[in-house]
């Protein structure tokens, strides 16, 4: 079954803020839109982890040896004692470990399951280690198979330091979305939601494959229509939140078609190079060798075909394509003297014989393409869309770090 952007929507899920915002063009992503923190590359299975680096998540560490339980964290975090019971009355409410220090992927009856815990609480919502590396079960068997234990752990606990900023972030906007849209908005994201269901059930051939389709990869309608309805909620929301705050001036515009004219604009000659190579090897003598060359040069001046000539006599890799080596800027061709012949011609002639140490070579230009700068107001419209959509997410980032400011986001340090 061939799948299209509709099943990659609903079957892929939706964990980071990947969204869409259109200025001139629709279903272009965002990017993930999380806070500032550095990247986490190691996969370790030491005391360091990438979650540990969640700037500017306010972590809540549990209480060391001999430390009592209000110690001060680390400068540049901060907890609330006052929400803490209803935190931990909160905990004991979804029925899961508070310390999730086992493997994150156990063997039950010949079966891989995922040891669930609480890893954050996001303004009162609480996300699961089942939240993040649920939709990863089949990646996590394949890494449970290929790496050792300590690798295996410190993989899931990589992933779980990446991801988590992600769906931290995305908790913060969903939830001020939900309060912002109005009743008309959502009621809109919804037939959305319809249609598309509507169209990936047409395509599937009924509304049975559908769900089996869907549950082959480890989900189900009803969750991927969540995710879904929760990605079309938080573009809506960040297009008429953010948005409006989006301006860019025409000397901006100029200023970036500059600074990357000359890297992407700039457009040198290219010559479409022919080549017939006749090795000095293969011939008794040297001179035997070019004698072959200048008679096969001839014929390709008089107008007789390159192709079938390069075929026929050429020892070189491109003789079964005709001695067709492609578009060439100047120098680009590993034999100098070749690139000097070449650039000299005009398109379609055929220059001298060409020497080196190997072989003897014809050399024509199949073809020319004239230099050129492509002017502004060609790609104007390409760098506003760039433009805007960098701006656009500057301010989203700088929007949901307001959002960490003012909420409150508690990570369980212990089972990250």
């Given at each position: 079954m061939k799948l299209s952007v509709l099943w990659v929507v609903l079957l892929v899920p939706v964990i980071g803020l990947t969204g869409c915002w259109s200025w001139s063009r629709r279903d272009r992503p965002l990017g993930n839109l999380t806070p500032e923190a550095a990247p986490a590359t190691q996969y370790d299975s030491g005391t360091g982890g990438a979650g540990e680096e969640m700037n500017p998540v306010q972590v809540a560490k549990p209480a060391g040896k001999g430390e009592p339980?209000?110690?001060?964290?680390?400068?540049?975090?901060?907890?609330?004692?006052?929400?803490?019971a209803a935190y931990e009355a909160r905990l004991r409410s979804v029925n899961l470990p508070v310390n999730g220090k086992a493997d994150p992927l156990v063997v039950e009856g010949g079966d891989l399951v995922l040891v669930n815990t609480v890893l954050a609480e996001v303004n009162g919502e609480v996300i699961t280690r089942e939240d993040i590396l649920g939709p990863l079960r089949t990646q996590m068997a394949q890494w449970r198979q290929e790496y050792s234990d300590e690798e295996f752990r410190g993989r899931c606990r990589e992933v779980i330091g990446l991801r988590l900023r992600e769906e931290v972030s995305r908790r913060l906007v969903l939830q001020e979305a939900e309060a912002d849209l109005s009743d008309e908005e959502k009621e809109q994201i919804d037939l959305t939601l319809g249609k598309m269901l509507k169209d990936l059930t047409a395509e599937a051939g009924s509304a049975l494959l559908l769900e089996e389709t869907i549950k082959a990869r480890g989900s189900s309608v009803e969750e991927a229509q969540k995710q879904e309805r929760q990605r079309l909620v938080v573009q809506r929301y960040l297009r008429k939140k953010v948005g409006p705050r989006v301006h860019i001036t025409h000397s901006e515009l100029l200023a970036y078609y500059h600074e990357v004219m000359p890297e992407r604009y700039v457009h040198p000659t290219r010559i479409r190079l022919g080549l017939i190579a006749i090795r000095k090897a293969e011939s008794a003598n040297p001179d035997e060798a070019r004698g072959l060359a200048e008679a096969v040069r001839q014929r390709a001046m008089a107008g007789e075909d390159f192709a079938r000539l390069a075929r026929r006599y050429s020892r070189g890799p491109m003789a079964e394509k005709g001695g067709d080596w492609g578009f060439m800027t100047k120098g680009a061709f590993r034999i100098q003297k070749v690139n000097e012949v070449l650039f000299k011609l005009a398109t379609g002639e055929v220059g001298p014989v060409v020497e080196d140490d190997e072989a003897f070579h014809v050399v024509k230009a199949l073809d020319?393409?004239?230099?050129?700068?492509?002017?502004?107001?060609?790609?104007?419209?390409e760098l506003e869309d760039e433009l805007r959509d960098r701006e656009f997410n500057q301010k989203v980032e700088k929007y949901i770090q307001e959002l960490y400011k003012r909420g409150y986001v508690r990570v369980m340090q212990e089972n990250l």
């Open positions: 339980a209000g110690a001060p964290n680390p400068p540049g975090t901060l907890t609330r004692p006052d929400q803490d020319r393409e004239d230099g050129r700068t492509v002017p502004f107001t060609e790609v104007q419209g």
